[in-house]
């Protein structure tokens, strides 16, 4: 109770009319709680008008503030009675306010109340208006913010960036010619579930593809001569990589990415030749057919 109390001295410190103290009653206040017939501690008494009256209200500061302000009615510390305790500028609204008659003084307070009121008006439309911007301004923000997405492998440096930070993953697809643009929207669209699937457990790993052969040296160097479509996990801070050896659907990835996560996929250096070259953007469409010459 005792910052309570305090805090309630600090808050009426300033107040002419009401003083908050506390007794000593094992020392030199003895007498004074004897008198009072205090028992129990610590045993708070309100004292008005030259009368002592037990203080009934709660103990915490609210509680004890809100009984000082019902029962002692304190004053403003800048009022007629304490003008030394007044700022210059409130002296002077204090002064002049003591200088009206009873009309004028009624006629000022209406004027002010209604200052007031208008004021609150403006202050809401303008917290209306601030909010109404700060949306605004998030939209605006959001125009500039890519939504993650699968990416196209296309070169190393945009490998790089897109893995700085973080584990990605790469899944070397079937040639065009192979699968067919129906083919690779279908396998594009297992990583795009995965990815979604990592994004709701708060996990911030990177997806790209490749088509299988662009890549060739890389394909090499990583150990993926079994076939496409082939998935690897890697991580160019750690210089680690490791593969995915089951089948490619959803779960399967997700799996490879669980047991990655536990330290239950064997990994390795990633190699010093482990580096892409730049390849040429898919349209979305089917290939077109090569031509066959005649000999």
Known sequence: MQPDWDSLGKTFADTPNVVIGQLDCAGNGASTCGEQGVQGYPSLKLFKDGKYSDFQGGRDFNS??????????????????????????????????????KAERA???????????????????????????????????????TVE???????????????????????FLPHIYDDGAAGRNEKIKVLDDVMKSTKKDGKSIGFLWSQGGDQFELEEALGL????????????????????RGIYDKDSVSQFLTS???????????????KAIKADPWDGKDATPPVEEDL
């Open 149 to 171: 997405k699968v990416e196209q492998l296309l070169n190393d440096a945009d490998w790089r960036a897109h893995c700085e930070g973080r584990t990605c993953v790469v899944a």
């Open 225 to 244: 001569q079994f076939g496409f479509p082939a998935v690897i996990a890697i991580n160019f801070a750690k210089a680690r990589f490791g593969v995915h």
């Open 260 to 274: 990655l996560s536990r330290g239950g996929t064997p990994l390795a250096p990633i190699p010093a030749s482990g």
């Open 64 to 101: 004890l503030k809100r009984e000082v302000e019902k029962k002692l009615d304190p004053r403003p510390a800048c009022s007629l009675e304490s003008k030394d305790a007044c700022k210059p500028e409130d002296r002077a609204i204090l002064e002049e306010s003591e200088k009206m008659s």
């Open 107 to 145: 006629a000022k307070i209406k004027e002010v109340q209604k200052e007031i009121e208008d004021s609150k008006k403006q202050a809401a439309e303008l917290e209306k208006k601030a909010k109404k911007l700060a949306e605004s301004l998030d939209l605006i923000k959001a125009g500039g913010q």
